[in-house]
């Protein structure tokens, strides 16, 4: 594959949480509302890119039968290194991302690539490959996110956009609503792939 | 068998790698942290009780009387070396949903709650995280038009709901309807270990400096607030 198209796919054709289902765990419980879906994408696509290089170089000395231990070990040593840092050196910026480091344990979008890419590539491409999941992974919680906000709380960013009268929709806010939520964009971004299917079969019989 | 301590002996040699590196990272790190926090800590005591920025704060720690576990508490005189009490201050630690939510509470000398601040929560972002939530009473449209109203100085409508309560206000309920404190929707575990932890603190408090005025503000159920009968 070309490198841009491993930058590339990510975002639409293999999107982790529409196309892969990884990662709905965080995308479930972070998705209440746009910034806090911008916050967790950032510091997951942050984490993503630093174990990717990670498990990139250590890829030749791992043992296979114990490379997962192995790759669980190297995520959760940078993840409390970002913590670590990020308080000290950061602290406002900790204050706004802090709060989503601890969920990142659980986001298995960071050692599905781990296990699916970066053991398997090269540097430039591992790190190709994060960020193009990170971004995908970013911009499948803000979409998520916009929605859930929208009808839960009948704003966007934090600002109203109905008006003060809006009685929100309470079930989007809680996890049903990301459920509800996931499960429709999953459905519409399937059809939609079918029917681009449809379109090249088609030019394809007759060209 | 040589394959077996391969195996053994990579697992072990990353594990040894990682943490030695985090120990290090941790020593590095952990003063510059502490120190940031003790200076934010110092500005959220100021900030809940309202007071000038040159008031002095004295800790005192109680002797494991109080509920069987020592009690450190805050007061806070108008300046250094001033015999002019303003009010207390202490930490409360509650238990949340996901992590030890911890808040500074300032008390007036009549054992009233000024303000309370949360300094620290790792609660899940979009519910429990609410409880730091500034509520933003521009549109959208207003925003992208440019002529938002500045709330720079508005405070967490759920920290604000604890100013001027007692002990006996203290209380989480779930409708707009109800006197106490309006839980965050679908985050009443945030909610209530907020509240709990700033109740039982606020009792310890006034059980060790006693208040200025009864007025029946203060009388908590279950007697766990006696009063001492003594002035500040």
Known sequence: MRPLA???????????VFR??????????????VENALGMGAAATFVLVGSNITVSFIRKFVPTKVRIPCYIVVIASFVTTVELVMGAYLPELAKSLGIFLPLIVVNCIILGRAEAFASKNGVGRSILDAVGMGVGFTFAITLIGAIRELLGDGKLMGYMVFGPQYQPVLLMILAPGAFITIGLLMGYFNILDERMKKKTEAKGGKG | MGNFLRLVGALAFIALVASFGLSAIYGATHEITETYKQAEEAQARIEALACDPDAFFVETVTDSLVGGQPFSYYTAYASEGSDDVLGYSFTAYGKGYSSTIVTIVGV?????????KITDQKETPGLGSKIQEVASQNTIWAVMA????????????????????GV??????KSTTDEGILAVTGAT???????ESVSEGLAMLLSVVGVEEGDGSRDADGGTARELGEGA
């Open chain 2, 146 to 165: 440019g002529n938002a109203v500045d709330e720079s100085g508005v405070k967490p409508w759920f920290q604000k709901q604890f100013e001027m309560l």
């Open chain 2, 108 to 116: 007036d000398l009549a054992g009233i709650i000024c303000g309370v």
């Open chain 1, 6 to 16: 491993e930058l590339v796919k990510g975002i639409y054709k293999e999107n982790p």
């Open chain 2, 168 to 173: 006996d206000g203290l209380r989480v309920v």
């Open chain 1, 20 to 33: 892969l289902a990884l990662g709905l765990c965080p995308a479930l419980a972070v998705s209440t509302s």
């Open chain 2, 189 to 195: 575990i945030s909610s209530d270990a907020v509240t």
